[in-house]
């Protein structure tokens, strides 16, 4: 399974970006995926993610009402839309696809068994 992260770059704070994560060996369809971001100096942590049905998708509270996350199954690949961008958002965003995660671990990044490569994300103040 190989995931290929792509979309980052540098934006102005309130700036929009659109993230996507195509999936190949592997369809999204059973599968949850989620992407995940590292800040420099920081862990790293939770963005979003969507179960395998497409029926439930979880925000962090933290970009929960700017980011949105989707999926397009016909081209094995998901979005993270990304609005109103703040300087704090700057980070590495990782995609990561579980086969069997359930509900309840959708948020834990040990639940994921396969990683991109991550793409940069610079927001500028």
């Known amino acids: 399974v190989q995931l290929q992260a792509s979309g980052g770059g540098l934006v102005q704070a309130g700036g929009s970006l659109t993230l996507s994560c195509a999936a190949s060996?592997?369809?999204?369809?059973?599968?949850?995926v989620a992407w995940f971001r590292q800040a420099p100096g920081m862990d790293r942590s939770f963005v979003a993610a969507i179960h395998r049905t497409g029926g439930r998708i979880s925000y962090s509270d933290s970009v929960k009402g700017r980011f949105t996350m989707s999926r397009e199954t016909a081209r094995n690949t998901v979005y993270l839309q990304m609005n109103n961008l703040r300087p704090e958002d700057t980070a590495v965003y990782y995609c990561a696809l579980g086969p069997s995660v359930i509900l309840s671990s959708l948020r834990s990044q040990d639940a994921y068994a396969y990683w991109g490569q991550g793409t940069q994300v610079t927001v500028s103040s």
């Open positions: 060996g592997r369809t999204f369809s059973n599968s949850a």
